[in-house]
């Protein structure tokens, strides 16, 4: 029997942080690994245009996040990874399914609310439509599994409800997607926990390359509560409960080992401690990245490589879409 299929894509905005890792590309490289799954890794740079952007600095965000897939683990022999803009059909795909999407789903997704409060001026369409270029993403592949972070879950839906509207209207095409979900799907700034974190706000972020000076620093400087207790509760610990959840999520010890660990300690010990083990941990990945990043000659062979045989899939697919709607002579 042939494998799942399995797909996931990043966008291309600057350095990741621990969210992106403790949600989504850790996980990538595990399920990569688990060899369980037939795997597609892309970089979402179409996605990314929604974002004011420089040419200049885009080509080197979409090398740099090349680089961070590879140093994180992900093998071009065990997965196809690719640029999203390289496949055409994303984008073709994206147009029928716009075609397909009531205006009131599109405005009622959180992202694109937080997105057109904060750029008042500048919203534009792509902001809106942006979910719909996604389930074709997804759709396109017959993904059976996509492994995000909880702030992509309603995107998901959509893409769900597209493919069974599709399969309806026009007859069995697409699979339906399931999400699989880390056990740290949202974590939260280090400054304002109670927020997820964000790229927007660099401060709260720990970056996968950040050095261990600087790893330290931020770590010294997290928002914790007041009383000095180490232990999980959200609700009234949600500074310590977050940085409980990272130190558990990179150790791979339990949140209840860790309490007892921790029991008559103070915060400032944890902390440290957690610094250290954040700094060793990236260590590895630090090295390869910065040797990655030496030459893009790589970097792009494997992307030019992945998106060849994404192509071969995706227009496949798009020319059964055709079809099926009756455009094709
Ligand atoms: P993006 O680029 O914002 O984020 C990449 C991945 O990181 C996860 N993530 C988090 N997980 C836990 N805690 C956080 N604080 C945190 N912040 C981000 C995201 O959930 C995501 O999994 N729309 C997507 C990219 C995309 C995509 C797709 C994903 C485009 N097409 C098709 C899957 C399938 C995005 O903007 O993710």
């Known amino acids: 029997m042939s494998k799942p299929i399995l797909i996931s894509g990043i966008q291309p905005t600057g350095r990741l942080h621990i969210g992106n890792y403790l949600g989504a590309l850790k996980n990538f490289v595990e399920l990569q690994n688990s060899g369980k799954y037939k795997c597609y890794f892309f970089i979402a740079d179409l996605h990314s245009l929604t974002e004011s952007f420089s040419p200049a600095e885009k080509h080197k965000q979409i090398l740099e996040l090349a680089a961070d897939y590879i ?3 992900l093998n071009p022999k065990k997965s196809t990874i690719f640029l999203q803009s390289q496949v055409s059909a994303h984008a073709e795909l994206a147009w029928i399914f716009e075609t397909l999407t009531s205006l009131g789903e599109l405005k009622r997704m959180t992202q694109f609310k937080e997105k057109s409060e904060k750029e008042k001026e500048r919203v534009n369409a792509g902001l809106l439509t942006y979910p719909a270029l996604m389930a074709s993403d997804i759709l396109l592949y017959d993904a059976a599994f996509v492994p995000v972070g909880e702030d992509q879950l309603q995107h998901l839906e959509l893409a769900r409800t597209l493919a069974r509207k599709f399969n309806k209207r026009f007859g069995k095409t697409f699979v339906e997607p399931k999400p699989i979900l880390t056990e740290s799907p949202r ?3 280090i400054t304002h926990p109670k927020k997820k974190m964000a790229k927007s706000e660099p401060s709260g972020c720990l970056f996968l390359d950040d050095s261990p000076q600087e790893i330290k620093a931020k770590i010294s400087r997290a928002v914790t509560d007041s009383g000095s207790e180490i232990k999980l509760d959200p609700a009234k610990k949600a500074g310590i409960s977050n940085l409980l959840r990272i130190y558990s999520s990179l150790s791979g010890e339990r949140i209840p080992m860790l309490e007892k660990k921790y029991t008559g300690k103070n915060y400032s010990e944890f902390k440290r401690d957690l610094a250290e083990l954040v700094a060793d941990y990236f260590s590895v990945f630090r090295k390869k990245k910065k040797q990655l990043q030496t030459t ?10 992945g998106s060849a045989k994404a192509s071969q899939i995706a227009e496949k697919k798009t020319h059964e879409v055709k079809k099926k709607i009756g455009i094709e002579i």
Do not use: P
Not at 296 to 305: A, E, N, P, V
């Open 187 to 189: 974590v939260m700034s």
């Open 71 to 73: 140093a994180a683990g």
């Open 296 to 305: 893009h000659y790589q970097l792009q062979t494997i992307l030019k490589s």
